[in-house]
């Protein structure tokens, strides 16, 4: 018999799994029942069953209310139910109709003591169909649906690689073929849970949004990274439906895990914008931990430690709701609950409302967590009247143990999350005395005395000096836990050494996505400072007016705030605020609270003596700084109270967070995109500051970090704890670009005609019409037909080739922007071929860098809506340079450049006079500026020339690279040629229109 390696043979074995092993029900869905689908993505028939054998009593009242039609009156009631209150409540809660109570499914009860639930709980139906018909639209089908109780509740699109389809297939299907309007996927109403699924991975969302679709990783990870492994006889997946889907297990997550999370979306004044609703399914990692910890406990009872290692982007906070909720009802053989309370030791304040948000979700009882914010005797209360869950900050923690210990009857859940020093201070500035240092090398030798992990150290103190306590289990979380925190909360294994509980590593979480790999564009001021020279000074990448504001500090080494100020502001003007659609913001880490005053004075003063109206910027430190005399606070020089400092910096007004100690860990702000560091960091502390950029958000495709102070290589190291393959991507020669161009030229792929025509359609805007998405793909077709008749090692090797040039020209980007035009077209085609040729394998698909393409597009040197239109135009369409100069035009010329070689010192050349020649014809030909002239007087014309030249000047740079380069480089030369060009365009256009 031959082996079935089609998807059909993929879902068999799946469906077999489900019915034979897991107690499913196949259902196929005909004639009726499945136009009643159609119609409200109800299974009625099954619904009927269930309802019936559980619930005959209250059936039987609403017949003889709704006599013959009770049943079309039932279901009408469910389905407006429905739509209104979500599938997920409706299922946990039930529906009532005319004072009749109907359970939708049950639950497995808690404890083993009531029989009649668990009589009731057996009598669920689960059903798994293939290929359902759904639409009434169309002839559309998904390839498996599981359904409870007659409710639809989880679909999966299945693909075999075998066949030449994997779960990218799978995810576009869902983004392209699947109407988010169908009844079916309604958000909420129907299925709760979308899987794409091949045999390697798994993908999830619980939200259809066409091409805006966003999809989550459900995969066990892979010796520390993304992934699955290898599974000796089974699909790699296989946990999906062998675990996952079993009955107890999808019957717990849809009854204690999934909820609805609400969120207020704030305008930069801070008014509500929008109230955004995300239903939660839980990560299989974040399944997996609970679980585990849960089933641990259980066996074990109390007395134990736990350390969770969950990087950030892990979903820390949901985590440890379910662990909470959990471990508060969680009861022993004999029935009786095993923590008389759940402590959570947390330093963020929203913790606590999403606890009590996700909790209230599940049980719909209010008062089951308590929030200490007032002293030990709330503490003391709520310990003594046995509050289900109690949430108070780290540093109530030894008031905490103090009261436990005079409970010793009582057994407690302790959870700590992120056993490090507090995100605003408040706990080390408490220890301090007010500091005054003579200079600022005194001042922050003062301030790394305490400024260790304070709290977490006293923690460990705590645990060690009181020992172990049988009536207490501790849970920590951490993303980069110290040695000691190790040593009193991991498990010794057998070689001595001490090892976390559970692992989610910051591998893991970059590979899928959920964070950003800090250290992709790490830059040392001497790396910056090499290829800011080689922006400047190669003659095959000419400089430009954005390049030069840095440039000019090349030759200087950073030695004060002042100088590091300058480069700092003018590199985030340049570059930092292009990024995140104009959102980015930026991270200053300074050495000691007084440097944190003194670089908030120099920012200040340098951003009002250059009259920028576009950046301002906020300071963090704890406490009171003397200098020279003076007192100064956070909120005396921000001018704003401590408590509004975090939602101020994420409003538009401010770019910029100047930090000593305090923000640099615990701080969650997925706008910040670059960091500035001028502090020495060692270890775990390097890790903390440096993470604070990998959050992600809409539109973020990378982070920037320029240091003035650390090694790379003590930054790797201290990385490769907690990140088991590090890389420290510091391209220091910009000419690499050049060697990848003619290495992927010389496939001959793609050809000149077909990069210049994508990128008209992209600078044009014309991408987002039907029409301009139709011509964008049938030029990249022709290349991609080419690709395919290459061998494949060299199909792999130009798709190598061509992800490092995007990657390295992006890179080269966050330095300084380049003139070569030729370089960001091959950039921009090059977006899009990749996203365009086969994938091998499961292959992810590649996505353009629309930041770095936006940041060209805002650049007003390199205004490529502007300059390479006109640039593709003059290729293609020669030149006209009117009337020939007459005479007098040509003396008048003359004497401006005897004038000019006198004053410079320069020797003008007849390929000189004839460039400003065309320099000048060109702006008499420009169509704004002839209508600039004629209805402005010289003074405004000259403002709307200013764009329009250096646009012009650029389009003729090739043709006389010389004297581009000196004007671009020399402001005084610039304005005497602009001032004589200025005032003769603008004459003759006037003389022309009299």
């Not at 310990?383 to 949430?391: D, Q, S």
């Not at 005897?898 to 020797?907: A, H, L, P, Q, Y």
Request: glycine residues 4%; charged residues 30%.
């Amino acid at each position: 018999m031959s082996i079935d390696h089609t998807e059909k043979g993929f879902e068999t074995n799946i469906e077999d799994y489900l019915i034979n092993i897991n107690g499913y029900r196949k259902r196929n869905l005909k004639e009726d029942a499945l136009e009643t689908f159609k119609k409200i993505a109800i299974d009625v028939d099954i619904l009927f069953e269930f309802l019936e054998s559980t619930q005959a009593k209250e059936i039987e009242k609403l017949k003889n209310v709704y006599k013959s039609s009770y049943k079309e009156k039932i279901i009408e009631r469910i389905n407006r139910e429905l739509n209104k209150r979500g599938l997920i409540d409706c299922l946990r809660h039930g529906i009532k109709d005319y004072g009749v109570h109907l359970k939708l499914a049950y639950n497995r009860p808690a404890n083993n003591l009531n029989y009649t639930l668990l009589n009731l709980y057996t009598k669920n139906i689960f059903t798994v169909s293939r290929q359902v018909h759904y639409s009434e639209k169309n002839n559309n089908s998904v390839d498996m649906m599981i359904m409870l109780n007659g409710l639809p509740i989880m679909i999966l699109e299945l693909k075999n690689p075998l066949t030449g389809q994997t779960v990218e297939d799978a995810k576009l299907q869902y983004m392209t073929d699947r109407d988010p309007n169908e009844i079916l996927f309604k958000f909420k109403k129907r299925a709760i849970v979308f899987f794409a699924v091949d045999t390697e991975e798994v993908y999830m969302t619980t939200k259809l949004e066409g091409k805006n679709t966003v999809f989550l990783p459900f995969n066990k990870g892979n010796n520390g990274g993304s992934g699955n492994p290898e599974v000796e006889g089974k699909y790699k997946t296989y946990y999906l439906w062998e675990e996952i889907l079993q009955k107890d297990s999808l019957l717990d997550i849809l009854f204690n895990f999934v909820f609805i999370k609400k969120e207020q979306i704030k305008d930069s004044t801070g008014e509500i914008v929008e109230e955004k609703e995300t239903l939660i399914f839980p990560r299989y990692h974040q399944l997996d931990v609970v679980r585990k910890l849960e089933y641990d406990t259980k066996n074990y009872r109390t007395g134990r430690n736990y350390l969770i290692q969950h990087s950030a982007g892990s979903g820390k906070t949901n985590s440890i709701s379910w662990l909470a909720h959990r471990l508060a009802k969680l009861h022993d053989k004999d029935n009786n609950p095993i923590f008389n309370s759940v402590i959570v030791i947390t330093d963020r304040r929203v913790l606590d409302k999403q606890l009590q948000d996700a909790i209230y979700q599940i049980e719909h009882k209010a008062g089951m967590v308590a929030k200490i914010e007032k002293d030990s005797n709330q503490l003391a209360e709520a310990l003594i009247n046995g509050t289900r869950i109690i949430i108070t900050t780290l540093q109530k923690f030894p008031y905490i143990i103090e009261k436990i210990n005079g409970l010793e009857t009582r057994n407690y859940a302790i959870i700590i999350d992120e056993a490090h020093s507090s995100q605003t201070g408040k706990s080390a500035a408490a220890l301090r005395l007010v500091l005054s240092a003579n200079d600022l090398n005194e001042a922050e030798e003062l301030d790394k005395q305490n400024e260790e992990d304070y709290l977490e150290d006293k923690i460990n103190e705590e645990i060690k000096k009181l020992g172990p306590h049988r009536n207490i289990s501790y849970y920590a979380f951490t993303a980069t836990p110290k040695a000691k925190t190790l040593e009193y909360f991991g498990i010794r294994g057998d070689d001595g050494k001490y090892y976390p509980y559970h692992v989610y590593s910051m591998r893991q979480a970059i590979e899928e996505g959920f964070i950003l790999d800090v250290l992709k564009n790490y830059v040392t001021y001497k790396t910056f400072y090499k290829i800011s020279k080689k922006i400047e000074e190669d003659p095959e990448v000419p400089s430009r007016k954005a390049a030069k504001a840095i440039a000019k500090y090349v030759s200087l080494h950073p030695h004060n705030i002042a100088q590091k100020t300058e480069i700092m502001i003018e590199h985030f003007r340049q570059v930092t605020r292009h990024k995140i659609g104009g959102r980015a913001k930026a991270m200053v880490v300074t050495s000691s609270r007084l440097h944190a005053v003194r670089y908030k004075q120099a920012f200040d003063k340098y951003i009002n003596e250059k009259g920028y109206n576009d950046l301002k910027a906020l300071v963090a430190f704890s406490g009171t700084v003397i200098d020279d005399g003076v007192e100064y606070t956070e909120e005396g020089i921000n001018r704003i109270s401590e408590r509004e400092l975090p939602e101020k910096f994420k409003s538009d007004e401010y770019k910029v967070l100047l930090v000593a100690e305090k923000y640099q860990t615990g701080f969650d702000e997925p706008l910040l995109h670059t960091m500035y560091v001028d502090k020495k960091l060692e270890g775990i502390k390097a890790v903390q500051t440096l993470s604070r950029l990998n959050r992600t958000c809409k539109g973020k495709n990378d982070t920037f970090i320029l240091d003035f102070v650390n090694d790379p290589e003590e930054i790797k190291k201290a990385f490769q704890t907690f990140y088991e393959v590090t890389e420290l991507e510091c391209a220091t020669d910009p000419n690499v670009l050049y060697d990848l161009q003619n290495e992927l030229n010389a496939v001959q792929v793609y050809t000149e005609d077909e990069i210049l025509d994508v990128v008209k359609l992209e600078f044009e805007n014309k991408l987002k019409s039907p029409k301009g998405q139709e011509k964008l793909n049938s030029i990249l077709d022709k290349a991609v037909e080419r690709f395919k008749k290459l061998p494949k090692e060299e199909q792999e090797q130009f798709k190598s080739v061509a992800n490092k040039y995007v990657r390295t020209y992006s890179f080269i980007l966050q330095i300084g922007p380049f003139a070569d035009t030729e370089l960001h077209k091959l950039y921009i085609y090059l977006n899009f071929l990749l996203k365009k040729l086969p994938k091998s394998g499961s292959v992810k698909l590649n996505l353009a860098d629309e930041v770095a393409l936006e940041y060209y597009k805002n650049q007003k040197t390199f205004d490529g809506s502007i300059s390479l239109i006109r640039e593709d135009r003059a290729t293609l369409k020669p030149t006209s340079f009117g009337k020939s100069i007459n005479e007098e035009e040509k003396t008048k010329l003359s004497t401006i450049i005897e004038k000019i070689n006198k004053r410079f010192g320069t020797e003008f050349t007849e390929t000189d006079r004839l460039t400003l020649d065309q320099l000048e014809q060109d702006s008499i030909n420009n169509e704004d500026i002839r209508i600039s002239a004629n209805s402005n007087d010289f003074d405004n014309f000259k403002l709307d020339y200013t764009k329009a030249f250096m646009d012009i000047l650029i389009n003729r740079r090739e043709e006389n690279e010389k004297l581009f380069l000196k004007i671009m480089t020399e402001d005084e030369f610039k304005s005497v040629v602009f001032d004589y060009l200025a005032k003769k365009v603008y004459d003759q256009l006037r003389n022309t229109a009299i």
